[in-house]
């Protein structure tokens, strides 16, 4: 097949790293790809190029994008958007040019715009052009159906999937590297260093988590929690806003060692994830959460929050430890509680590595995505 992806944008998030595994196992097995993007930086178009994309490239915003993307989609058997700007351009450029009929959309999150009742009545009527919609999560699907009023009948469901053996390999650390790797933050061996990778987004809850920190600090024994902040928001001053917060709470700029660091954008992350003890993030609304799954894969046990598609991934007391959203005692609780009990995490962690594998595996995304396509294509 001819493949074509078009996504809102190719900067680091999970949307697009999640493509990225699409495109490698798509090339893998035969197939031709070319992955156009709107708007952004395209940070990881090198990425996308190594992973056997023949073309990659940025097709713009506004009234010229149909005619950017023309000729891609004569080339193209099926068109696959990701992400709502890409989906909207596409889909009525699909249909314009007369390839509505090989279109699928992709919904990576529980989009908080289409609670809007404009923007929901508008995709309503957009939203139904393409002839499948494929959600990554049962919780996205039932929020499509709801607020992008898309039919049932269009949606299906294909979890994400992740090669787990560079969290595995990197996992493997011995004591020595894993505190060198402390090290560079400033973090002792005997710290219980929790793990952030995330943009810096409202949608985050940095500020949640920053506070919550900062508390459980506080109490007997909490000298010794440490954070490391993965990420940037290149779109807004998001890090800087997050910054903010934490020099208010004391957290950052302090004369001693920090017990918080802003590490931004990194490219070695199953690393980051070896040396750490937990992974943390105090999300809003997720989809998925293509980042749990990371660290799951590495091995760590995950302290988040109970929202959206989140206990989809993360089982409560098995995987990890889930909390409410947008409050800051039951997560400085849940800080003291995993930091206090060492062998209880590796507990967590083991089952999380487990259920990676036997529910979030990446040959079975690859193959079930292609036979949506293969469906609609009537191959």
């Not at 944008?9 to 992955?35: F, K, M, N």
């Not at 060198?180 to 002792?188: K, L, T």
């Not at 109490?219 to 954070?227: A, P, S, T, V």
């Amino acid at each position: 097949m001819k493949l074509l992806h078009v996504i809102s944008t190719l900067d680091v998030g999970g949307a697009e790293v999640h493509l990225l595994s699409q495109v490698r196992g798509q090339v893998a097995r035969g197939h031709q790809v070319r992955v156009a993007w709107v708007l952004g930086e395209g940070r990881l178009t090198e990425e996308f190029r190594a992973a056997g994309a023949e073309w990659t490239g940025c097709v713009g915003k506004g009234l010229g994008f149909p005619f950017r993307l023309r000729k891609h989609l004569a080339w193209c058997d099926l068109v696959h958007s990701h992400l709502l700007r890409a989906d909207f351009a596409t889909a009525l450029t699909a249909t314009l040019l007369g390839k509505r009929r090989r279109l699928v959309a992709g919904k990576h999150n529980d989009e908080q715009a289409l609670k809007r009742p404009l923007v929901s009545r508008l995709h309503g009527w957009i939203g139904n052009l393409p002839v499948r919609t494929i959600v990554l999560s049962d919780h996205v699907g039932r929020f499509i159906e709801t607020h992008g009023r898309v039919r049932p009948d269009k949606i299906i469901r294909v979890y994400y999937g992740i090669d787990p053996s560079p969290f595995e390999a990197a996992a493997a650390l011995d004591a020595a590297e894993r505190a060198a790797i402390r090290a560079e933050f400033g973090f002792a061996e005997t710290d219980a260093v929790f793990l952030c990778v995330a943009r810096f987004a409202p949608q985050k809850a940095h500020d949640v988590l920053l506070r919550a920190f900062a508390a459980a600090r506080t109490r007997e024994g909490g000298e010794r929690l440490k954070l490391l902040l993965v990420g940037d928001d290149p779109f807004g001053d998001g890090r800087e806003r997050t910054e903010a917060v934490a020099r208010e709470a004391g957290l950052i700029e302090t004369g001693a060692q920090d017990p918080v660091v802003f590490a931004g954008i990194r490219r070695d992350v199953p690393r980051l994830l070896a040396a750490s003890d937990v992974f943390v993030m105090s999300s809003l609304w997720e989809g998925l959460g293509l980042v749990f799954l990371e660290a799951m894969a590495a091995g760590l046990p995950v302290l988040a929050t109970r929202v959206s598609a989140v206990p989809e991934v993360v089982v409560e007391g098995v995987t990890g430890r889930l909390v409410a959203p947008a409050e800051e005692p039951p997560l400085a609780d849940a800080f003291l509680e995993l930091a206090q009990s060492p062998e209880r995490c590796r507990a967590l962690g083991a089952k999380g590595r487990q259920r990676v594998r036997e529910v979030f595996a990446l040959d079975r995304m690859v193959e079930e995505t292609l036979e949506v396509y293969e469906r609609i294509l009537g191959t």
